[in-house]
Structures are given as C-alpha cells and as structure tokens.
C-alpha cells in the first residue's frame, strides 16, 4: 500500500509564503512523475506544477515566476514553495505521484488535500 501525505497549508496574507510538503510512503519500487494540483471551489482541479524523476519542471502559467517545485529522491518527498501569494491561489492542493509499486506495475496516487487560504 502506498500512501502520499500533505503538509505545509494553511492561511497567509497577500504577498506572502507557504511551503508544502508531500511524503510518500509503503511499497515503492520508484517514483517517476511528482507534482502539484489544486481545486479551488466550484472550479475543476488545475495543474500547478509538475517534476520528473530527473528533475525537470513545468508549471502552469499563473505560477512560473513564484511557485517552485522541488524533490528528493531520496526521501520520496516533493515540495511547493509558493511565494508572492495571490487570492486566487486559494485552494485544496494535492500532492500526486505515478509510483511503481512492483516491477511491472505502476499507478497514480493522490495525497488528501491540505488547504491554502490567501487571505488579509
């Protein structure tokens, strides 16, 4: 069973800084695409940022400039460190991972959600 759990949400002011953080655990051969989603209300769930296993980005266009994403493949973690913050960054942002969990197989999980109000 694997399992990727959030962390780092929370309410912070315009202009001001989270980080979050996703820990995956459980039975992991390895860890291949991590990334960032989020889901604001009434509104479908966007891509925020994405990181492969060699480290390359991609990010959503509302983002490029003070969001980075960030892994260690050594812990099976991903980070989101978002600067600058906006009101329309308010959202739940989940945590996803395409995992091989035995030699031939792999899957795309999902962390629970952690909420970001940005808020004054």
């Known amino acids: 069973q694997v399992q990727l759990v959030e962390s780092g949400g929370g309410l912070v002011q315009p202009g001001g800084s989270l980080r979050l953080s996703c820990a995956a655990s459980?039975?992991?051969?390895?860890?291949?695409?991590m990334g960032w989603y989020r889901q604001a209300p009434g509104k479908e769930r966007e891509l925020v940022a994405t990181?492969?296993?060699?480290?390359?980005?991609n990010y959503a266009d509302s983002v490029k400039g003070r969001f980075t994403i960030s892994r260690d493949n050594a812990k099976n973690t991903v980070s989101l460190q978002m600067n600058s913050l906006k009101p329309e960054d308010t959202a739940v942002y989940y945590c996803?991972?395409?995992?091989?969990?035995?030699?031939?197989?792999?899957?795309?999980?999902w962390g629970q959600g952690t909420q970001v109000t940005v808020s004054s």
């Open positions: 996803n991972a395409a995992i091989m969990y035995n030699l031939v197989l792999s899957r795309t999980y």
């Open positions: 990181i492969t296993g060699g480290g390359i980005t």
């Open positions: 459980g039975s992991i051969i390895r860890i291949n695409d």
